[in-house]
Nanobody, 122 residues
Framework: VQLQASGGGLVQAGDSLRLSCAAS????????MGWFRQAPGKEREFVAA????????NYADSVEGRFTISRDNAKNTVYLQMNGLKPEDTAVYYC????????????????RGQGTQVTVSS
């Protein structure tokens, strides 16, 4: 499956952004979807994941309560609504697809897309 993330940009602290990840090439609803991010000089880290039907989600502690992952299987798209952005949220955000169960580990995901840059100024 091919994944393309979009929606990043430069915002101020406290602002909101919605990232989108469009999937193609396979049956989107067969995949668990996840968002990961990587800041300069840091390892890639888990942000959020959602199961195939959208009824089960998992978040990193650092974004819990501020970010919301959702999906629209009819549109083959997963979203990441980011509210209350902080400078420490600055990173390249990636989406990933997994045929297994929800995981916080990037290496468990079968497909990974190109990232979108999110920069939060203080």
């Amino acid at each position: 499956v091919q994944l393309q993330a979009s929606g990043g940009g430069l915002v101020q602290a406290g602002d909101s952004l919605r990232l989108s990840c469009a999937a193609s090439g396979r049956t989107f609803s067969n995949y668990v979807m996840g968002w990961f991010r990587q800041a300069p000089g840091k390892e890639r880290e888990f942000v959020a994941a959602i199961n195939r039907g959208g009824g089960n989600t998992n978040y990193a502690d650092s974004v819990e309560g501020r970010f919301t992952i959702s999906r629209d299987n009819a549109k083959n798209t997963v979203y990441l609504q980011m509210n209350g952005l902080k400078p420490e949220d600055t990173a390249v955000y990636y989406c990933a697809a997994d045929r297994g169960s929800i995981s916080t580990m990037i290496h468990r995901y079968d497909y990974r897309g190109q990232g979108t840059q999110v920069t939060v100024s203080s």
